[in-house]
């Protein structure tokens, strides 16, 4: 596999579940790991905890500011910060609309935007955003989540064709449902958690949920040297769920 030694890494979301084992992989393959989050205190042991909010593109070019004045580059970039919502068209409104997509959709454009002028810089730059099956799968009560990840999707192959001649790669992870405490968040509110993890698995086409580091390195995969010559692509995570 890979080693990002020498490289410098920003996980956005990184204190907790995929963002985490992410963290946790590039910092294991040798590379500088910065995570930015709302509350770097869980971030993993041997990354740079960086207080930041991709809603706020001040506060995003503030932490990209402590990023560069620690180690003086960026190289790679994982947009994972992101938030759920439930419910169709008819549950959310607008301002439930506008507060998703400000994480979603607007937290890959802010981190990306400032942390450009360095991967400029870079020999192996590459930007890897988190997107979800809900991309393109069709769940039901996930309008809201799934046209934020289906433009992070779309995102990804629009940055990849604008950035690709300054040899900035930028692809996508799609995974199916992962074991986090986000999923862990959503199973307790139910009357059997228990039950409803087993059916949970069950539906996944490989008989079990996916796990974070299997996410985690199929981002190092699109973020090393290895995938060079890979961009614009979505790579799904999820036992099958999408391809079978
Ligand atoms: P999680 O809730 O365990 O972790 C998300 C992290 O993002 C948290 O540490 C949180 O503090 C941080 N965060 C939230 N809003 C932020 C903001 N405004 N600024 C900075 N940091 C912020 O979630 P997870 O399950 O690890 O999900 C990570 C990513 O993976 C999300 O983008 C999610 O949509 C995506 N995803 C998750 C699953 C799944 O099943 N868990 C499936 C597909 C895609």
């Known amino acids: 596999s890979d080693t990002f030694d020498g490289l410098v890494a920003i996980v956005t979301g990184g204190a907790s579940g995929i963002g985490a084992a992410i963290a946790s992989m590039l910092r294991d393959r040798g590379a500088d790991v910065a995570v930015l989050d709302l509350d770097p205190s869980t971030a993993p042991e041997g990354t740079l905890p960086v207080t930041a909010d991709v809603t706020s593109d001040a506060s995003v070019r503030a932490a990209i500011d402590t990023v560069t004045s620690t180690w003086g580059r960026v190289d790679i970039v994982v947009n994972n910060a992101g938030i759920g919502a439930q419910g169709t068209v008819e549950d959310n409104s607008d301002e439930d609309w506008h507060r998703v997509y400000d994480v979603n959709v607007l937290g890959v454009v802010r981190t990306t935007r400032a942390a450009l002028p360095y991967l400029r ?12 099956i809900a991309a ?10 799934s046209a934020t990840k289906g433009a992070v999707q779309s995102l990804t192959v629009a940055m990849a064709a604008d950035h690709v001649r300054e040899g900035i790669r930028v692809n996508c992870v799609n995974p199916g449902t992962v074991a986090t405490p986000w999923v862990d968040r959503l199973l307790d509110s139910a009357t059997d958690p228990a039950a409803e993890r087993a059916a949970l698995a069950a539906r996944q086409p490989h008989g079990r949920l996916v796990t974070a ?3 985690a390195g199929a981002v190092a995969y699109l973020a090393g040297r290895g995938s060079g010559s890979t961009t614009g692509t979505s790579l799904a995570v999820d036992g099958g769920m999408s391809g079978l």
């Open 121 to 132: 810089l870079s020999p192996s730059a590459a930007i890897v955003n988190v997107s979800s």
């Open 136 to 145: 393109t799968a069709g769940l039901q009560q996930r309008a809201l989540y």
């Open 213 to 215: 580091e299997e996410v």
